[in-house]
């Protein structure tokens, strides 16, 4: 019986965690995805990764030279 009373108390954990997660989830996975299929509709939630996003915004937003001046400060 004791189950039963905590049932939904781990329940309610449950979708905490996941409305807290998913938004994470959803950040990298859009960061991992071709521009087609990160404006797919219906959504794409199987795909293959594009790292070379990451190598590409780090060039074209100039991170490096950020990095260095953050880490002098």
Excluded: C, H, Q, T
């Amino acid at each position: 019986m004791k189950f039963i009373s905590v049932l939904p108390a781990g329940l309610v954990v449950l979708v905490a965690i996941l409305f807290s997660v998913f938004p994470v989830y959803w950040i990298v996975a859009m960061a991992l995805k071709s521009p087609m299929d990160a404006f797919a509709i219906p959504p794409i939630f199987v795909f293959s990764p594009m790292w070379e996003n990451f190598s590409r915004a780090w060039e074209m937003g100039n991170f490096g030279r950020s990095m260095v001046n953050s880490l002098a400060v």
